[in-house]
Every structure is written in structure tokens, then in C-alpha cells.
């Protein structure tokens, strides 16, 4: 799996600190931590690719900032966010699509 996949219209986006991601992570999973993703004025070029329809899983540790940036994606126009929760749901999610 890949961090995004134009022909999958997937993105699974960790969104906790760089030193925590490094630590343990989703396989393919894109790092951007919420602080700088919700930043007014900033926008992270990967995002700038990503068709607003693409799905996007957003996970941190426990499901409070991935819920923060779920609908802060939802008010930038991207139509399907869907809020992971966690590394340990988000590997369920996908086990379960294959």
C-alpha cells in the first residue's frame, strides 16, 4: 500500500508528531501532523494533489486530532474523510478490505 494512490483514491494520513510516526505506523501511511496540516495559510503540497474526492483515513493515537483534522478537510472541500482513529484501526480497516 502506498501513502497515496491516485488510481486507488487513497490517502491514509497520520497525523500525529514526526518522532511518534517514525516509532510505529500504518504501512504507506503519509506523516503530516495536525498542528501544520491545520495551520491557516499552509497547505502541504501532497494535498495540493489530492482530488477532493479521494478517500482519506485520518488516524493519530486515540482519535481526538484525527476527528480535528477530519473536519477541517470536510470545511476545505474534501468530500471523504473518514476519521481512523487509531494505527490499530485503521490495519483493521484494510485487513477487511482485501
Given at each position: 500500500m502506498v501513502a497515496y494512490d491516485k488510481s486507488m483514491k487513497l490517502l491514509i494520513?497520520?497525523?500525529?508528531?514526526?518522532?511518534v510516526f517514525e516509532r510505529d505506523h500504518v504501512e504507506g501511511a503519509k506523516n503530516i501532523p495536525a498542528e501544520e496540516l491545520m495551520t491557516v495559510g499552509l497547505q502541504p503540497t501532497l494535498l495540493d494533489e489530492v482530488d477532493k474526492n479521494t478517500r482519506i483515513i485520518v488516524y493519530c493515537d486515540v482519535g481526538k486530532l484525527s476527528g480535528e483534522v477530519q473536519e477541517f478537510l470536510t470545511?476545505?472541500?474534501?468530500?471523504?474523510v473518514i476519521n481512523g482513529v487509531s494505527r490499530q484501526h485503521v490495519e483493521e480497516f484494510i485487513k477487511q478490505k482485501q
Open positions: 494520513l497520520d497525523v500525529r508528531q514526526p518522532a470545511q476545505q472541500g474534501y468530500k471523504n
